[in-house]
Each structure stands twice: as structure tokens, then as C-alpha cells.
């Protein structure tokens, strides 16, 4: 399994190469670029002044919210296509938003879990919020043109303010004028979002983001699966105590709340659980052997 | 589930993210994509 320190070089590297218009940080521009069609398979503001890709969440709704057509072909299939690939690796290796919430729980602090009766129904929130923001209402909230904004990227989505917001007004002087209830509201979010993720791992991906909803839903169907080997396994629970997104890798490796950081695969002393693009065909002894029988 | 269906249903997803994604590029959705994002979303980024 991949370390630790080594899953955060890879989401460095990430980071930087879907933010790599490094100029634009100083002049307060965007990129324009053809790239800008390509939608990045991570929460990533387009209006980021590094951004080179389009968020894939931010393109669903303006496709979505436009005046031509009510379904967005193109960024589903890209969508389905990162899913089925890769399922929440995404959120694990990838996502710049994800990385910073991984350094933040870093802080040597007391940390919390919500218990269960809260922490359960507010895990399905995403899927409301992926459902309703990004696509119900830019659907069917239109005004006279038929256009609606994107509601998730406007009302709720602190990546947007923290990576295109902030760096845009501290880079370009005219739009400090234009700051008003709505940068206000959302530097809300966005500080609330930061604080809670001292304490709770991610979560924002663990309760709001409409994209980590969709990649968890080709958690069990993508190439890239996470496998439990039962003849190696000693039943420690060593996985389940271990996993920050609350997943029993023994009971269901490949749930949709895994974001598959190896974090179980680290921590197993005899080195049962892995990850792979290959099917791996559970042995007869494997089949035979429970650790939890 | 077992192994093999989990599987079909992976190759079926994949082709039918091909499809979707070759319909949507005939379509020319890319366009409504670039012409978002080309341009600072005010909305995005809290001001509009």
C-alpha cells in the first residue's frame, strides 16, 4: 500500500499539474487555454487563477443551467468514465480540496468522530446535495432566459472560494469593490470547513461533496478494487480502528465512503488488504476462512 | 453480486461513459464548457 507521506506527494503533484498557470496567481487572470474544455476529474474551481481544466461539478451545472439542453452528455460521460475507472481514488490521491483537509486533520489536536446517529443520516446529505444543487434546481430554477446559476459552486462550494476567490480579490484590486453578503457567506463556509477539518477527518467529503457522491456510487463496480486476502486477515480490527472515513474494510472493502487512501493497508500487521486495478479471484481457502466466523 | 457480473457491469459502465462522452463532444458541449470556464465565474467564487 502507499504511505502516507507518499499519498500526499502524489496529491501535491496533482495539485499542481490541474493549477500549474502559476502566472496567473499574480495577475489576477485566469487561464483561457483549449484545456479549459477538459473537465478535471477532481472538485477543482475553474475560476482558479492556476486552474487548466474545468470542475467537472461546476461544467455539469453550467451545461445543465443553460438555455440549450437539460442533460450534459458529455461531462456524464466523463464523469462515469473517472468513476468507473478509478471510484473514490479520486478523493484519496487526487483532490487539491481533499489534500488540504488531510494536512489541516494533521494538526496535532484532540480529534472527534460524530456518533453514529448523526454522523449516518448526515452522510447521505451529499447525495441531497448532489441531487438537488447540482442537478434539480439548475434545471428547473431557471429565470425568463431559461439560465440559472450554479447553485452548488454559488451557495455552498468553499474549494470555489478558497481556490479562485481569495486569490482573485487579493491579486486584483476591482474586485474587492464587488465583495458583498454572498463572499461573505461562503468565507463563512469556508473557515467553518476549515476548522472542522482539524478535528474531523474531511468533512466536507464526507458529508457535502456532490462529487465524492457520484465516485461512490462506482466504488464497487470500478476497475480499481480493494481487496481483503481472508487466508492472511487475523481478524485484529486493526483496519476498522484505523480507517478516518469510518469504514470496516472487513465487512465491505469497497464501500462508497472509502476514499481509498491505504490508510487500512498500512496499518494490517500481516498485510491482508490491498489495492489494484486486477481482479484478484478469492482462493478456495480465502472463501473458507472468515476472521469474523 | 458475484465476480463476474460486478465485472460486466464495469465494461458496461465504461462503454456507456464512451458513449456518453462521444454523443456530448458531437453535440458540442465542450463549447458550453469552455465558454464557462474560459471567463471568472463570479457566481463561483462568491461575488456575483
Known amino acids: 500500500m502507499v504511505h502516507k507521506h507518499s499519498r500526499h506527494v502524489i496529491q501535491l503533484i496533482s495539485a499542481v499539474l490541474t493549477n500549474g498557470y502559476f502566472s496567473g496567481f499574480a495577475s489576477g487572470s485566469i487561464y483561457k487555454g483549449p484545456l479549459k474544455s477538459f473537465c478535471v476529474p477532481t472538485l477543482n474551481c475553474y475560476s482558479c487563477p492556476g486552474a487548466l481544466g474545468s470542475c467537472p461539478i461546476g461544467a455539469l451545472q453550467a451545461v445543465l443551467g443553460g438555455n440549450r439542453s437539460n442533460v450534459s452528455y458529455y461531462v456524464t460521460g466523463l464523469l462515469i468514465l473517472f468513476g468507473v475507472l ?11 480540496f481533499g489534500l488540504i483537509q488531510d494536512l489541516l486533520y494533521r494538526i496535532p489536536t484532540p480529534k472527534c468522530k460524530l456518533p453514529r446517529v448523526l454522523d449516518r443520516p448526515l ?6 446535495v ?7 434546481l439548475p434545471v428547473c430554477a431557471t429565470n425568463s432566459f431559461g439560465i440559472a446559476p450554479p447553485y452548488f459552486c454559488k451557495y455552498l462550494c468553499p474549494a470555489g472560494t478558497l481556490e479562485g476567490g481569495i486569490p482573485l480579490v487579493l491579486a486584483e484590486e476591482s474586485l474587492k469593490a464587488m465583495l458583498g453578503w454572498l463572499f461573505a457567506w461562503k468565507l463563512f463556509l469556508l473557515l467553518a470547513f476549515l476548522l472542522a477539518s482539524v ?17 461512490s456510487l462506482f466504488n464497487r463496480f470500478s476497475f480499481y478494487q480493494m481487496h481483503v486476502d481472508r487466508t492472511k486477515c487475523v481478524g485484529c480490527h486493526t483496519c476498522r480502528d484505523k480507517c478516518n472515513m469510518g469504514v470496516d474494510p472487513l465487512k465491505n472493502i469497497n464501500s462508497g465512503e472509502c476514499i481509498r487512501c491505504g490508510e487500512c493497508g498500512a496499518a494490517c500487521p500481516t498485510q491482508a488488504i490491498s489495492g489494484s486495478f486486477l481482479q484478484k479471484k478469492p482462493s478456495a481457502a480465502s472463501r473458507n476462512t472468515s476472521p469474523l466466523a | 453480486m458475484s465476480p463476474r457480473a460486478r ?16 454523443i456530448g463532444v458531437s453535440l458540442g458541449e465542450y463549447a458550453t464548457v469552455f465558454k464557462k470556464a474560459a471567463s471568472i465565474c463570479f457566481e463561483c467564487i462568491g461575488i456575483g
Do not use: D, E, M
Request: overall charge positive; some cysteine.
Open chain 1, 86 to 96: 478509478l471510484g473514490r481514488l479520486i478523493c484519496g490521491f487526487l483532490c487539491l
Open chain 1, 123 to 128: 452522510r447521505r446529505l451529499k447525495y441531497l
Open chain 1, 130 to 136: 448532489l441531487l438537488i444543487l447540482v442537478l434539480l
Open chain 1, 199 to 215: 478535528f474531523l477527518y474531511r468533512p466536507f467529503c464526507k458529508y457535502i461533496c456532490p462529487l465524492g457522491a457520484i465516485y
Open chain 2, 7 to 22: 465485472s460486466g457491469v464495469k465494461y458496461a459502465l465504461a462503454a456507456l461513459g464512451v458513449i456518453l462522452l462521444l
